[in-house]
């Protein structure tokens, strides 16, 4: 059924960009998702709608204060209540966690609703986050403004892998060969018009032979991953969607 997701955020616009646009609109206009934001600053009762104090201890910047989210999320577990999810989980997106990989996509996609929690500044009140986040997630080392993208980014990634979303043979075939999932890179792609700017696809693409072209993607999908990315070669090699015989095609 639909997933339900909200999303805590001083800056819900920015979620107009999964919204509106490409597999992650249809897929909202075909209720495989929902999304609702919540702004903090709507949760605040002083007049100047305070979302930020100062930090305790003295230093730069701004910290997010914990009442104005907490009734956030009290908001959005309202929300996902009346729409059937019992006890959605709050994920906080920081980068002070161990990044997220496909499996651990695959299994936050289990979930039939979830609660993304967004900081901004440098950073969140850590008794809110003691107290209402159940689990916290990094889509990688590096620093961002707030954790909207990193959000965007993991609603998009479940989202493609949601049943009906994605042509399913497509889908299944890029499963087993997926660098993230002990797989292979992909080959490269080519279309019209057979010569560009003097560069002409490749012959074994333009043959018909469909079991030639098959094998010449496999050899450049290998060779490709030997060159980028050798550690997944290894694991290819170690889960059997390779094996030694495949080897042979490099050296040839
Ligand atoms: C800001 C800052 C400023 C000076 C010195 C250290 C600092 N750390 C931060 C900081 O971590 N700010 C965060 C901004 C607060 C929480 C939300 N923000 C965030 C989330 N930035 N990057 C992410 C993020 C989330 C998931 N995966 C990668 C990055």
């Not at 929902?34 to 910290?63: E, Q, Y």
Request: charged fraction near 25%; aromatic fraction near 6%; charge should be negative.
């Amino acid at each position: 059924m639909t997933k339900q997701y909200d999303v805590i955020t001083l800056f819900p616009e920015m979620f107009d960009a999964i919204a509106d646009s490409g597999i992650t609109r249809r897929a909202l206009d075909e209720k495989a998702w929902a999304l609702k934001c919540w702004n903090p600053r709507d949760f605040t009762s002083d007049k100047h709608r305070t979302v930020d104090d100062r930090p305790f201890g003295g230093g730069p910047g701004m910290v997010m204060k914990a009442e104005p989210l907490n009734a956030a999320i009290d908001a959005g577990i309202q929300r996902q209540k009346n729409d059937g999810v019992d006890k959605p989980k709050v994920v906080y997106l920081t980068p002070q966690a161990k990044p997220i990989t496909d499996e651990g996509i695959r299994q936050l996609c289990e979930e039939s609703g979830l609660i993304f929690l967004c900081g901004r500044y440098e950073g969140i009140d850590e008794r809110l986050i003691q107290s209402r986040v159940d689990i916290e997630i990094s889509i990688g080392d590096y620093v961002l403004s707030g954790g909207e993208l990193a959000a965007m980014v993991l609603i998009d990634a479940m989202v493609r892998l949601l049943p009906g979303v994605l042509n399913t043979a497509d889908s299944a075939t890029e499963d087993s060969f997926s660098p993230t999932r002990g797989g292979l890179l992909d080959h490269p792609h080519y279309t019209r018009p057979e010569v560009w700017n003097g560069l002409e696809v490749p012959q074994e693409l333009m043959s018909g032979n469909h079991a030639g072209i098959a094998k010449w993607r496999k050899r450049v999908a290998m060779e490709r991953t030997l060159s980028r990315r050798p550690d997944l070669l290894e694991a290819a090699l170690k889960n059997a969607v390779l094996d030694q015989s495949d080897l042979k095609i490099l050296s040839a």
